[in-house]
Nanobody, 122 residues
Framework: QVQLVESGGGLVQAGGSLRLSCAASGRAFSTYGLAWFRQAPGKERDLVASIDTSGGRTYYPNSVKGRFTISRDNAKNMLYLQMNSLKPEDTAVYYC???????????????WGQGTQVTVAS
């Protein structure tokens, strides 16, 4: 498994931007699929963005498409989430996650960070 630590959360006004970072330890980082999830109070944890091992393929749900960009730097063991045009409904705790080859997110092999709070004020 990899160990993941998020940073970069905070308070921002609606329309603003934040960049989240996730630092990983472990030599297997480049073989892991990676993603960002978020969980708002009283709601389920939802997928925000995912990226394949090379960084060439990404996925975004409609709620963030065009506003969020996921990227990774395998040489530095880092995962990023650039968030632009933030809305109050983006307020949540954001988690980075990683899965080894042939595993699914939210399964027993998923590695999770501790989360970082993002608050968007209207």
């Amino acid at each position: 498994q990899v160990q993941l630590v998020e940073s970069g959360g905070g308070l921002v006004q609606a329309g603003g931007s934040l960049r989240l970072s996730c630092a990983a330890s472990g030599r297997a980082f480049s073989t892991y699929g990676l993603a960002w999830f978020r969980q708002a109070p009283g709601k389920e944890r939802d997928l925000v963005a995912s990226i394949d091992t090379s960084g060439g393929r990404t996925y975004y749900p409609n709620s963030v498409k065009g506003r969020f960009t996921i990227s990774r730097d395998n040489a530095k063991n880092m995962l990023y989430l650039q968030m632009n045009s933030l809305k109050p409904e983006d307020t949540a705790v954001y988690y980075c996650a990683g899965v080894p080859p042939d595993s699914l997110f939210n399964g027993p092999d998923t590695s999770w960070g501790q989360g970082t709070q993002v608050t968007v004020a209207s």
